[in-house]
């Protein structure tokens, strides 16, 4: 048994804490610093990587970068780092953002508690404890009465297998597990599959390097610049001015992200008037703003959506020079994924060392002892780049054997499709608490995680001074959650188009709804509600009878 303070010795394989917290990214560390920190409970950490960072611990390909601003980037809980961090850009690169997670990890002594290279096999319920029996790929078993989870929306890798992968003979990476070691790729024929996010970001950066490039892409995206500079000095103002005030409206917005958002309607606008707007908006950057600081309905008017499309679509023709490369960028989907902003990366095709190579047109066939086989032509490669994303969403929650009340297997349980209540909780699983879980809100994370995380330990509070022993949805609560979320998206035009949004991405995986999408503002709301009705939507479970 440890408690906090004390040293664990090093062969422990037994704990007994209060808050087991899965993942130390954004949303675990502050999980870890909130519960022994606030709450003064005896907490403890696992993690895959040997470090903290999360998804900023893995994902080191080169180009990696937020694209959200960073002032909306990073912790508001504590105005001191806010003020002491100087990020050096307004979109930071992966290091820098790596390097404040350790500094926040080491300001609040984190890592003491925190055990690393470690992965939580499988979360057990013991009805007859009401504890969570937790077992690691290490031999840990610990018991804690609350499970807090930040496993990353994004951070379950997805690794095609083609036939003959394992015959290739060169170098071969995946963007989201990177090498910490440098990768050099100075006269190198090298071959990407994959142009979401980290494609892309990876492309632009790498292709002045490589002695060859060849994209090999399945979908176009659409990429608006991120006008990539320093941080805006006009935000950083506002932000001394009114501290409390900034991070407010932030959690009122329904991105997140700290921009102003449109209330404009675009639908019924004239052409030239909406062309005016969007082009405001591509020469100052963002592919979040794009998307919702240009107009209030590009998301959900097939008019305005058009409208956005065909204004990239032009941007396209009058960038890139060969009309054929051009043709095979140019996507004719709604514009309704996942917003991806890049400097450049049109440009890049421009390059003389950069091919595009169209695989929904000519299949992937197989992978080589020498490249990559389509069914037209094979490409001899040095270097092979996964850039094909994340069994996002659920991924990570479902390579953790979690079991409920009753022995209910939460595999089961979603079998069909992920079922929460306010993202963050499921009935059958009590005191489990699931930061960005499934069914929450599609904004910038990390004030969403603070929120959820925030909502979570007051839940624990609740439960401890009331000496009751768990707190859990009720059925019907997260029903009515799983009917509004699809009665929103539905509204929306994310459900028209396939991607990790909808676990289209992934093959066999259900596609569905995953998100919240009424925005952070109703989504705080819904928070508040549930907390303000004396959590009339959960259980709550009295103490264990005694003998
Ligand atoms: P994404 O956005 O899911 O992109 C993955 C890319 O990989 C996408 O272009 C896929 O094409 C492609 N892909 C995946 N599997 C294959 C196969 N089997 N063959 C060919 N191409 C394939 O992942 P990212 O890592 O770029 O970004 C994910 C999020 O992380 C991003 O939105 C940010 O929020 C951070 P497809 O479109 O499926 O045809």
Redesign the pocket.
């Known amino acids: 048994m440890t408690s906090v303070g004390e040293k664990k010795p090093e062969t422990a394989t037994h704990l007994e804490v209060d808050v087991a917290v899965i993942g130390t990214g954004f949303a675990g560390l502050y999980a870890l610093y909130k519960a022994r920190k606030e709450l003064g409970l005896r907490a403890h950490a696992f993690d895959d990587a040997e470090g903290v960072g999360g998804t900023w611990y893995w994902n080191r390909y080169p180009g990696a970068r937020s694209d959200t601003e960073v002032t909306a980037y990073c912790y508001s809980f504590d105005r001191e780092l806010f003020d002491a961090w100087k990020w050096t850009a307004k979109y930071p690169r992966q290091s820098e953002i790596l390097a404040y997670l350790n500094l926040f990890a080491d300001r609040y002594d984190l890592r003491r508690d925190i055990t690393f290279g470690t992965h939580v096999d499988s979360v057990t319920w013991n009805d007859e404890t009401s504890r969570w029996e937790l077992r690691t790929d290490k031999g840990h078993h610990v018991t804690a009465q609350f499970v807090i989870e930040g496993v990353g929306l994004?951070s379950s890798t997805?690794l095609?297998t083609f036939p003959g992968q394992e015959k290739f003979k060169g170098e071969i990476y995946h963007?989201?597990r990177w090498p910490h070691e440098e990768v050099s790729f100075a006269g190198k024929r090298v071959g990407i599959?994959?142009?979401?996010?980290?494609?892309v970001q990876c492309i632009t950066e790498i292709a002045p390097e490589c002695g060859h490039l060849t994209v090999?892409?399945?979908?176009p995206q659409y990429i608006v610049p991120a006008v990539h500079g320093p941080r805006d000095p006009k935000i950083l103002e506002s932000i001394n001015a009114d501290y409390e005030g900034y991070w407010e409206s932030v959690l009122r917005s329904v991105t997140a992200f700290g921009f102003e958002e449109s209330s404009v309607i675009g639908e019924g606008m004239s052409p030239e008037e909406r062309d005016d707007i969007f082009d405001r908006q591509w020469n100052s950057g963002g592919g979040f703003q794009f998307m919702f600081a240009t107009f209030s309905d590009v998301g959900t008017s097939l008019e305005t959506n058009q409208a956005a499309t065909d204004f990239i679509k032009r941007k396209i023709k009058a960038i890139v020079r060969d009309r054929e490369t051009a043709a095979k960028l140019t996507p004719s989907d709604l514009y309704a994924k996942?917003p991806?902003c890049c400097d450049g990366y049109y440009e890049t095709y421009n390059r003389d060392n950069v091919e595009l190579v169209d695989?929904e047109a000519h299949p992937?066939v197989e992978i080589t002892e020498n490249g990559i086989r389509t069914n037209e032509h094979e490409y001899e490669l040095d270097m092979l780049i996964f850039?094909?994303?994340?069994d996002a969403v659920t991924g990570n929650y479902l390579k953790i054997d979690h079991r409920g009340r009753g022995g209910v297997e939460l595999r089961t349980k979603w079998a069909n499709r992920p079922l929460t209540h306010l993202g963050l909780m499921a009935a059958g699983f009590p005191n489990l608490f699931m930061i960005f879980g499934p069914m929450g809100p599609f904004t910038n994370q990390p004030p969403a995680h603070e929120a959820q995380v925030n909502w979570a330990a007051d839940a624990i509070q609740h439960v401890r001074e009331h000496h009751l022993e768990a707190i859990e949805p009720t059925q019907h609560a997260e029903d009515r959650w799983i009917a509004t979320c699809d009665e929103i998206a539905y509204a929306t035009l994310f459900p028209k188009v396939n991607?990790?949004i909808n676990g289209a991405?992934i093959p066999g995986k259900p596609i569905t709804v995953m998100f919240y999408m009424a925005g952070m503002g109703a989504y705080m709301d819904q928070l508040r509600a549930a907390v303000k009705s004396g959590y009339a939507d959960f259980t709550l479970l009295g103490p264990v009878p005694a003998g």
């Open positions: 994004l997805n095609p963007t989201a599959i994959g142009t979401g996010s980290s494609g090999f892409q399945r979908t996942r991806v695989v992937l850039a094909t994303g994340f991607s990790w991405n």
